[in-house]
C-alpha cells in the first residue's frame, strides 16, 4: 500500500512538472540545465534526486514517464480495454474514437466506438472506410509509453502529456517535430480504461 502511494504522489509531483515544461513559449526540450529541488519521497524515504541535482527538461520528462510507468505496472490485470483516438493522419477515420481490447498485454481487437465519425466529406471519390480499425495501427499502454519515449529521444519541440492518476497510463499526448524533421508528430487521447474480468491473466 505505501509503494501505491509513494508511486501516486512522485507521479502526480513529475506530472506537474511536466505540464509546466509545457505550456511555455520557448521549445519544450531544451540542452540547457536547469537546477531542480527534488521533490518529497514521502515519510522517511530519501528524496527520487539529490537537493543539488542539475537535471534538464528532458530527463525530467522521461523520469517522469518512469514513474508513470511503475504506477501503471501496480495494475491488477494485463487484460483490459479502453477509449483511444489517434488526432493525427490524413482521413477521418485514421482520427475516430475506438475501443481497444488487451488480453495479455497484447492488440487483441479493436472496435469502432459508437460515437466514430469515420468520414468528414475529405474522403477522395469512391473511398471507402473499413469495416473494422486496422490493428496494427494501435498499440497497448505499455505500446504507448514506449511510443512515447521514442519520440521524446527524437527531441521534439513541443511536448504536452497528461496521466491517469490512479492508474498511471498516458490519458494524453501531444509531441510536435519541426517541419523539417524526419519524425512524424504523435497525438492522441486515451481514456475510460476498465479491467477485462476473468482468465487468462
Excluded at 481497444?100 to 466514430?116: E, F, G, H, S, T
Aim: proline share 9%.
Amino acid at each position: 500500500m505505501k509503494k501505491h502511494l509513494f508511486l501516486a504522489l512522485l507521479a502526480f509531483l513529475l506530472s506537474i512538472a511536466i505540464v509546466s515544461c509545457s505550456t511555455e513559449s520557448e521549445p519544450t526540450l531544451t540542452p540547457k540545465l536547469t537546477s531542480t529541488v527534488a521533490p518529497p519521497a514521502g515519510l522517511g524515504s530519501d528524496p527520487v534526486l539529490p537537493s543539488d541535482a542539475e537535471v534538464d527538461r528532458k530527463t525530467a520528462m522521461l523520469l517522469g514517464i518512469d514513474l508513470h510507468s511503475q504506477l501503471w505496472a501496480t495494475r491488477p490485470s494485463n487484460n483490459y480495454k479502453f477509449g483511444f483516438q489517434w488526432t493525427v493522419g490524413d482521413f477521418a477515420y485514421e482520427k475516430a474514437n475506438v475501443e481497444v481490447r488487451v488480453i495479455k498485454n497484447q492488440v487483441d481487437d479493436v472496435l469502432w466506438a459508437p460515437n466514430a465519425e469515420k468520414i468528414d466529406g475529405t474522403e477522395p471519390d469512391g473511398f471507402v472506410v473499413p469495416e473494422f480499425p486496422n490493428p496494427d495501427d494501435y498499440y497497448s499502454i505499455d505500446g504507448l509509453f514506449k511510443v512515447i519515449k521514442e519520440a521524446i529521444d527524437n527531441d521534439p519541440l513541443r511536448v504536452s502529456l497528461g496521466f491517469d492518476s490512479v492508474f498511471g497510463f498516458p490519458t494524453s499526448a501531444v509531441i510536435e517535430f519541426a517541419a523539417d524533421s524526419d519524425h512524424e508528430d504523435v497525438a492522441f487521447f486515451a481514456a475510460q480504461l476498465v479491467p477485462i474480468p476473468g482468465p487468462p491473466k
